[in-house]
């Protein structure tokens, strides 16, 4: 199953909740995490798999005067929409290696977080992708990515991973290694008014390392000027020559 099925069949309607912590704690962390990043007030940013916007409303919070979020399931964008009381992000339903339809004119900053590309069909996808998003910078605007190295891959019980849960919702992952790609599982059982319903759905994500990420940042003349982990997420930011 593509990624985009997994989302809407199973995924997005509980993409929010996973993250165990209200909204706007989970917007304030994400701030903190960009500030640490590199960043700080620009004109225009693009957030590429936006989700429901955690990362679009930091920018905003952040002096962002105009901020577009992508993604693909109308679902994420709608759940945005909702929270964006003052209308200050354009929802964009793309799919994020069509940068000449997301970037029209060059941008201060574009953002791929929270796992996105590891989404992405491979390797050459992510280098395609990040040539793309060079030519859309300004001169001096900023890359920052981040994702999970699934190059090394739990094994045996360590493959089932806990989620999320509370009264109405019990949800976990396992993850199965293939060669090129971790087929991740995702299983969530839900408390209906005839009893608990199960609902599961499958999708690959890539192997991706720093390493990958930087060579392809350094053959489209970009510079990596922060690199840290967070949470097991590598954080990565790169900044195009002035």
Known sequence: MSYEDHYETLLAEHYTWMFRIPFDEKVAEQRALLECAGLSQGQTAMDLGAGSGFQSMALVQMGFEQVTAVDTSPHLLKELQQRDHGDRITCLREDIRNVSVIISVPVDVALCMGDTLTHLGSLKEVEDLIADLADGL?????????????????????????????????????????????????????????????????????KLSADDVRRAFAAHGLEVVSEHVERGMIVMTAQKAL
């Open 138 to 206: 300004k001169p001096g605007g900023k890359l920052v990515f981040s994702w999970r190295d699934l190059s090394t891959v739990p094994t045996g019980v360590d493959r089932f991973i806990p989620v999320n849960s509370d009264k109405d919702r019990i949800m976990m992952c396992f993850l199965e290694d293939h060669e090129q790609h971790v087929m991740v599982h995702d299983v969530i059982h839900v408390r209906t008014k005839d009893g608990w319903q199960l609902k599961r759905s499958a999708y690959p994500k890539i």
